[in-house]
């Protein structure tokens, strides 16, 4: 029988006739167990009332599963019935105004049951591993495929109805060279838009929730950009805010800083570093994030790369310390500078004794020696250590 299996028939790529039959008498009791691990699994699909019917869901999961063993099996028949179906949900998803994170969940704990009857199948009639390698190969990059054809239909549905035909051309406009020309101008009049003199950007993460009907009307929103965004016009000031609230219940995204119209591609950038910042743990995750409140962050930390090269020329007279005795110092020397020399306060901030803070000084002004005399060089320093506390902030 394994000698059987692990040659066979059909096309080149194809697992054996013997494997497929096998895999097929399994498909009627498959689909109801995936059906009832998603439900157990996923909290919102535990609801009877939840994003998809039984009845709709059961048939697309059969659908899914026979057009697999037809893939395997060499089979080149079309499946636009499953593509069809695996859209739906996505597009299901899109109009209920939700994230594809259950979605994707959903496939995640399907494609884990799946592999988990398969193996067990296999050992009870002990296929040979080249075979059950190929199968695992097949298997996770088909629910991958599924997965994408999901967020086909999610996307279809969040840039064609939950946008403005026009949003998408005016924010092009207003992020692109020119935003002050007359095309702007026609193009906003078109659209029955008035051009602000300044404007808030806002960054949001892939995928965010957002339910355009709670937007105010002069907000231009891309939601379908790799990188959704949205352009309020002039300040954000508390009922901009009151606004994003209920528009956007999950509270994750960042505003970028109020600029002249012209900047509004710097204010997006500020907004999506920010984002960028609070997704690695370097600031931390409170609600929105504000850019206003996070300046001094935002420059130390603009460039990574050149702040690498900053900090190895700056303290480079500790390189050959330890590694334990080289974090003190630089603790310490931090906290000293940001205590204005006082090593009072530098002890209170470390929770050391002073004379402990004095003596380590000692030993860091015998190292640094003009560093730590001349302002220039002095500031260089200080916005080094703070740079390096910022990003240990974010490391494992």
Known sequence: MTKTLAG???RPGALPPQVIAILSAELPTL???????????????????????PAGFRVTVEQAMTAFLDQVSGGSGAHERRDELCRELGRGVAYQGRTLDSLQAAYRVGVQVAWRRVAAVARERRLP?????RLAEALFAYIDELASLSVEGYLEVRSSADEPPGDHRLLRMVLGPGAASGALAGAAAASGWDVPDTVTMVALPGGARCIREAMDADVLVNLADAEPHLLIPGGYGPERAAMLGRAMPERRFAVGLTVPLGEAADSLRWARRALALVDAGLLEDGGPTLCERHLLELWLLSDGPLLDQLARRELAALSHLPRTRRMRMTETLGAWLEAQGNAVEAARRLRLHPQTVRYRMRQISATFDRQLTDPAARFVLDAVLRAHRLRERGAP
């Open 31 to 53: 689909a109801g167990e995936i059906i009832e691990e998603i439900r157990r699994s996923v909290p919102e699909y535990s609801r009877q009332d939840g994003p998809t019917t």
């Open 129 to 133: 591993a080249e075979v059950m390698s």
């Open 8 to 10: 066979g028939g059909g």
